[in-house]
């Protein structure tokens, strides 16, 4: 029954975090997309419109954030699909041995407390050896560890990009 406990709160935890990604990169991605489709027009207005440079460069300088946020939030809405699943095989995950994850104990009552991991890489390559066995719980530590890193790729871009639009419209209307 405490082994039900803690995977349950394993469980929840991830899914928590999985909601919590969901609404940070889609927010991301729509304010990437606002500040990529005004750099990109400027740009248009600035070198007109038959500029294949701008085109290229300017579409890849203006819309890379906006692409790394949108894939960051299709990866965790498409691991929401696996939910059901994620407490039974967290609760299989955690009844097998294993170096990665192992339980928290209440050493006052001798009860477990909570499900923990070392480190998520370490988890995540235990997973992915055993992928067809727990898919829900693959995708969910996949999605945790590989989000934040496109939200952290997908933020500074669009303050490049948004710098950069400025500087368009600042020489637009000077020239």
Do not use: C
């Not at 590989?146 to 639009?165: H, Q, R």
């Amino acid at each position: 029954m405490d082994s039900d406990l803690v995977a349950r709160r394993a469980s929840d935890g991830l899914q928590f975090t999985l909601r919590r990604l969901t609404s940070l990169a889609a927010g991301i991605a729509m304010i990437a997309i606002a500040i990529g489709a005004a750099t990109f027009a400027t740009g248009v207005w600035v070198f007109g419109s038959g500029s294949t440079g701008w085109f290229v460069v300017g579409g890849l300088l203006a819309f890379g954030p906006a692409l790394a946020a949108t894939i960051a939030t299709f990866r965790v809405r498409r691991t929401a699909h696996h939910a059901p699943r994620l407490l039974d095989e967290v609760r299989a995950f955690r009844g097998g041995a294993n170096s990665s994850a192992d339980v928290l104990f209440d050493y006052d009552s001798g009860q477990p407390v909570a499900m923990t991991a070392k480190s998520l890489s370490s988890l995540r390559s235990d997973l992915e050896q055993r992928s067809k066995e727990f898919p829900a719980l693959t995708a969910a530590v996949k999605a945790i560890t590989t989000v934040p890193k496109l939200i952290a790729l997908a933020v500074p871009g669009m303050i490049a990009a948004g710098a950069l639009g400025t500087v368009l419209l600042l020489v637009g209307l000077l020239s």
